[in-house]
């Protein structure tokens, strides 16, 4: 089946500094992506649509210019989450339909555990 | 929008108990209705799926059936292992708008022996 890979799983960065997070499908096209973060204990919050070729659609309340979002291919999108602090510190997920699927399944990838220190 | 409401937890069962979390939507136009668990420390895992009303989806004994005429899609497995401990999500999307997985707020399920 169709997968998507993050990465990295685990990263911890000091306050300050920039980190990127991968999302990679492996097998499949994906024109579109979707990032969401998760707080301990909480929901899964969208937090961008990545589009492939254009500009990310941030969701009201997502600092579009903390979270850079860029998806330079049809199999990457990468989230930049600049002069991180430590409420920062989230599980970010992505997610990708598959382009040429007419089915309605959404792949998510493994989650990216950020921790600002 | 498009919203999910959960029933809030935590869900405290015994093992081979019987279990229902309730779900219900909102949505404008015909989502597509999943179910996701999330053990401790892991992502979502897919748990089961309908994709119109009266279908029903089920895996590892878990069941819910898209309802349309009450906009629910109540989760149910007639007997939780201690296994099944984990955080449920209930969640919609629109395909067909190419809109993001919108989730409930996630139900606790503790199973104890």
């Known amino acids: 089946g169709a997968v998507v890979s993050q990465h990295p799983s685990w990263v911890i960065c000091k306050s300050g500094t920039s980190v990127k997070i991968e999302c990679r499908s492996l097998d499949f096209q994906a024109t579109t992506m979707f990032w969401y973060r998760q707080f301990p204990k909480q929901s899964l919050m969208l937090m961008a649509t990545?589009?492939?070729?254009?500009?990310?659609?941030?969701e009201q309340g997502v600092e579009k210019d903390k979270f850079l979002i860029n998806h330079a291919s049809l199999t990457l999108s990468t989230l930049t989450v600049t002069s991180a602090h430590p409420e920062d510190s989230s599980f970010y997920i992505c997610s990708a339909y598959p382009d040429r699927s007419s089915g309605n399944t959404i792949y998510f990838g493994e989650g990216s555990w950020l921790t600002v220190v | 929008g498009d919203s999910v409401t959960q029933m809030e937890g935590p869900v405290t069962l015994s093992e081979e108990a019987f279990l229902t979390i309730n779900c219900t939507y909102t949505?404008?136009?015909?989502?597509?209705l999943f179910w996701y668990v999330q053990y401790p420390g892991e992502g979502l895992q897919l748990l089961l799926k309908?994709?119109?009303?009266?279908d029903k989806g089920s895996n590892k004994g878990f069941e819910a059936t898209y309802r349309k005429e009450t906009t629910s899609f109540h989760l149910e497995k007639g007997s939780v292992q201690v296994s099944d401990s984990a955080v449920y999500f209930c969640?919609?999307?629109?395909?067909?708008?190419?809109?993001?997985?919108?989730f409930g707020k996630g139900t606790t399920l503790s199973v104890s022996s």
């Open positions: 990545s589009n492939e070729g254009s500009k990310a659609t941030y």
């Open positions: 969640a919609l999307s629109d395909r067909q708008a190419g809109t993001a997985l919108i």
């Open positions: 949505a404008t136009g015909y989502p597509s």
């Open positions: 309908a994709t119109k009303a009266d």
